[in-house]
């Protein structure tokens, strides 16, 4: 599934191929807006909050989408089309004289009034790639429950917006947490300090995406995620896995190093 820092770099994508320009044609291909017409409205700009984006139009129109995990975007260069093969995937199409924008496979696609934005995502905690970050708020809604698993509370977008489960997995490694450790026992500052750090070089650094060692090369790009039954690249120890998070409902898997991440005393396991 992508997560914040991949959809913030789509959102400057789209920006630079569709900001300022007026659609020639816009339509959107699900049943409940399927007579809208965005047809000569100007496209103001795209942001984000977590893994959400919000396409602002002139006329106080705002596109919330969602990719979860089927859905992409595709920017073609004027007089070029998608393939016709691909079209009947397309949920949202957005024309210009110039560029053109489609959303493949969106399972969320919502027109709204801008200014009723929070009605979409006003749920979402703080997110670390925005202007209003509030690491102080992320870390009150992440202790409010201090018994729950540390994995489990920073895949709760109401409590941050934007870490999914990879970096999830990667910031509890570089913090030395097991994952399952109560968040009570965390340094939730410098837990959030790292993390907001670590997605905006990954958001906004050229090649760095989602590379959590430094290292581009195949296979090593991470340290636990993804590396079940592969070594340590810290310490050599065989990396665990379990395929499901207690309580998360996309049931996504959780990787840990049992040497880097010691299991905490008295805690039971998953």
């Not at 139009?57 to 919330?64: F, I, K, P, Q």
């Not at 999914?164 to 939730?188: I, K, Q």
């Not at 340590?232 to 379990?242: A, D, F, M, P």
């Not at 499901?244 to 996309?250: G, R, T």
């Amino acid at each position: 599934m992508p997560e914040g820092d991949t959809v913030f770099a789509l959102a400057r994508r789209l920006d630079s191929a569709m900001r300022g320009r007026v659609l020639t044609h816009g339509e959107l291909r699900v049943p409940a807006h399927a007579t809208a017409d965005l047809a000569d409205r100007t496209v103001l700009e795209h942001v984000t909050h977590g893994k959400h984006l919000l396409t602002r139009l002139s006329g106080n129109l705002t596109l919330h989408t969602h990719l979860r995990m089927q859905g992409s975007w595709t920017v073609s260069k004027e007089g070029k089309w998608l393939p016709r093969s691909v079209m009947p995937d397309v949920r949202v199409v957005l024309r210009t004289d110039g560029p053109a924008a489609y959303g493949v496979r969106l399972p969320v696609v919502e027109l709204l009034r801008t200014g009723d934005e929070d009605q979409a995502v006003g749920y979402l905690g703080p997110d670390p790639l925005r202007a209003d970050w509030d690491p102080a708020e992320a870390a009150r809604r992440l202790a409010a429950d201090p018994g729950r698993p540390l994995v489990a509370a920073l895949l709760d977008q109401r409590c941050v917006a934007g870490f999914g489960n990879l970096w999830v997995n990667e910031l509890c490694f570089l913090r030395g947490h097991h994952p399952w450790t109560p968040v009570a026992d965390v340094d939730l500052g410098a837990l959030l300090k790292l993390g907001a750090r670590a997605l905006t070089h990954s958001a906004t650094v050229p090649g760095a995406m989602q590379v959590t060692t430094g290292n581009k090369r195949k296979g090593e790009q991470h340290w636990v995620a993804g590396r079940a039954g592969r070594p340590c690249l810290r310490c050599g120890t065989t990396i665990s896995v379990v395929d499901e998070v207690p309580n998360d409902p996309e049931r996504r898997r959780t990787w840990w190093c049992p040497h880097c991440q010691p299991e905490p005393a008295g805690m039971p396991r998953p």
